[in-house]
């Protein structure tokens, strides 16, 4: 499906660059709303999205599974905004190549798109395991609206679903299956849940959270093979166990969308690599998001991906912009329980540990403290002070006296004295 909103230019005006986005989710979003704010009308913007829908919101994806949220909870902004915006939305066309010589972006197999600037806001793709019977019908991934219906059509009753993948998504997409009311059953290769976020405490209170919600939880569960006659119907893992399945979940992780900017001969790493402006190594193509590595480091989670759209927004409008990395956190809700964790989740020898857990109420704190610096933290039921944490991490500032109020929270400010008794006083 095609959609085109233009706007009105007066003829007087000067020709404005031709500005092609590809890419319509989150990260792209963000920066046409930071670039139309700073500077409205500067560029002649088209914006090309492989879904057929604008973008919208892939946090709320596992609540959309679960029957909490519709479709349209999950939208941003509807197509009036980008009309009263001049901006041109493709949609359900995917880019497929960038000419750098012509300075054009073929949409489809004959649609073509002259530009001056480019973004590159592709995201990543889902990782499927290179495993016998992986192409089987009924293995789907977790990532778009798509994945969403075609897992609520798989999911009948009385089927017996499999989610591999213990990672954030993993999680969502379990307990989405368990709140349909599948029988579902979850599988991570690794001993700990979210491995990259939580350490082994934190992690068995949030496995204890999913198996309160119905989820079956497998841990160092390596999967072997899928078999079925036409369809998936049974899973193998390593050990031989067998599990039966109707339904297979694939959440292992997901890799830079690096097709384009390879095929157009841009630089490539683990990611599309750019400098601290979001500029690839053509001064006129620019990168953001997932598909987007800075100094090594490639991103999977939307912070990153909003400070980018920041950094580029401004730099296109000519101001001062500078990208230095992201600090990485994790704040979520997962089956009901807030979970944070910034900078380093397992103890190195030369830090402290300092520790409270209460299992039973379903809450833990631990500070990592190293020369009177705070380099991690990992909360789990109750996670108030974790902005203090992030700034204290990622500033370096001594931790000085604070450590009382990062393990038990502030103490509240006492109330004011009555207007009254100051004036008699």
Same mark, same amino acid.
Request: charged residues 25%; negative net charge.
């Given at each position: ?297 490639? !991103? ?63 809450? !833990? ?61």
């Amino acid at each position: 499906m095609l959609t085109a909103q233009t706007d009105q230019v007066p003829a007087a005006e000067i020709p404005r660059e031709r500005l092609v986005v590809v890419g319509n989710g989150m990260a792209s979003l963000r920066f046409l709303e930071r670039l139309t704010e700073g500077s409205p009308g500067r560029y002649d913007v088209t914006v090309v999205g492989a879904e057929p829908v604008a973008a919208y919101n892939r946090v709320l994806l596992s609540s959309l599974l679960g029957g909490e949220v519709d479709e349209a909870a999950c939208a941003f902004r509807g197509l009036d905004w980008y009309e009263s915006h001049g901006i041109r939305l493709i949609t359900g066309a995917p880019a497929t190549q960038v000419d750098r010589e012509n300075a054009l972006v073929v949409v489809g197999e004959t649609h073509v798109l002259p530009f001056d600037k480019l973004v590159l806001a592709v995201g990543s793709v889902p990782i499927r395991l290179p495993k016998p019977g992986m192409d089987l019908p009924g293995i789907i991934t977790f990532r778009d609206l798509a994945d969403v219906s075609a897992i609520r059509k798989a999911a009948v009753q009385h089927a017996k679903a499999i989610v591999i993948g213990g990672g954030l998504l993993g999680l969502e997409a379990a307990v989405g299956l368990a709140r349909l009311g599948v029988d579902t059953t979850l599988l991570h290769v690794m001993d700990r849940l979210m491995e990259r976020q939580l350490d082994h405490s934190a992690a068995a209170l949030v496995r204890r959270a999913m198996e309160a919600r119905g989820v079956k939880v497998l841990l160092n569960a390596d999967t072997d093979r899928v078999e079925g006659d036409g369809r998936v119907e049974r899973l193998i893992l390593a050990d031989g166990t067998v599990l039966p399945a109707d339904l297979v979940v694939m959440s292992v992780g997901v890799r830079p969308n690096l097709a384009l900017a390879q095929g157009a001969g841009i630089e490539t790493g683990r990611g599309i690599k750019v400098d601290d402006r979001m500029t690839t190594s053509d001064p006129r193509i620019f990168a953001l998001g997932e598909c987007a590595e800075h100094r090594g480091m490639v !991103y999977g989670l939307v912070e990153p991906a909003y400070e980018h759209a920041e950094t580029l927004s401004r730099h296109l409008s000519g101001l001062e912009a500078q990208y230095s990395g992201t600090a990485l956190s994790t704040s979520l809700k997962v089956s009901g329980l807030p979970v944070f964790s910034a900078g380093v989740v397992d103890t190195p020898d030369t830090a402290e540990a300092i520790v409270m857990s209460d299992p039973g109420a379903g809450l !833990y704190r631990k500070l990592l403290v190293e020369r009177d610096r705070l380099i991690g933290a990992v909360f789990v039921g109750d996670i108030g002070e974790q902005g203090l944490c992030k700034t204290l991490i990622r500033t370096g500032a001594s931790v000085g006296d604070q450590i009382d109020d990062l393990m038990f929270g502030r103490p509240a400010a006492p109330p004011a004295e009555p207007l009254a008794k100051n004036l008699a006083a």
